[in-house]
């Protein structure tokens, strides 16, 4: 008899779904209709901003591209992605979200997930690093820049909070609960970890660098998603992915607070 259990699911093999869960139509409605809500979302708070004269109409793009209302924005879109998926998800894969890992850690999946954040810093830092020396080019995050341009020490815990326990929530919720289950139940757990890498890294595109530093930024990150989706299909839970991307974020932001030169 089939475990339909994610924990008890091998990497190597389908998850056991029920058959008529993840069907590719809604899965692709889903996921064209996800940047929507984001941008409605984030389209209500500017105007928000406008009505309580936080920032004048002619302004509104200035403001909002600038500093931390883009990441408060962001954040309010990455709520909204979030409320979205958990109402969505039950019915797209056909069982609760606790059977899809939304459930309390164990002390055993809690090493895996502290083990896996070790192993994305190893694997993120390095392999950008040896692009960085084989394509002789640099690129950070567009998140550094504005972290470093932010001045207040509350502003800097604001936008920690927000990369350290909102992004992982959000992203996690999308590319590995969503994403990743969507493709492997069809394609396994390779082909979906790819998947779901790849367009974790895509998400992470910056207009105006270079080929060179796409590549750069955005390979790394993809292989990070693969590290993510490993801690996730191993554990069969949630959170520990979720626990994992929030540790490696975290990692980032202490260089960030102590040490800055290192990330320019």
Known sequence: MENSSLSATSQKSPTPFPPNAFNPIVV????????????????LVVLYAVAHGLTGTAGVQKWASSGLPSIQ?????????????FAVLPEIAKMPLRDLGFRKLSGAELLFALGGALVMVVVITGLASLLQWALHAKVSEQAV??????????AKIEFALIGIVLAPIAEETVFRVF???????????????IVSGLLFGAAH???????AQTVILALPLALGGVVLCTVYARTGNAYASMVTH???NAVTMSVLFFAPQLAK
């Open 246 to 248: 929030g540790l490696f």
């Open 179 to 193: 994403i990743f289950n969507a493709a492997r139940k069809y394609w396994g757990f390779w082909v979906g970890a």
């Open 145 to 154: 820049s504005v972290f470093l341009s932010l001045k207040t020490p509350g």
């Open 28 to 43: 692709v409605l889903t996921l064209l209709t996800l940047p929507v809500v984001i941008a409605v979302t984030g389209a």
């Open 205 to 211: 595109f910056q207009p105006g660098i270079s080929p």
């Open 73 to 85: 924005i962001s954040a309010v879109g990455e709520i909204a992605a979030i409320a979205f998926l």
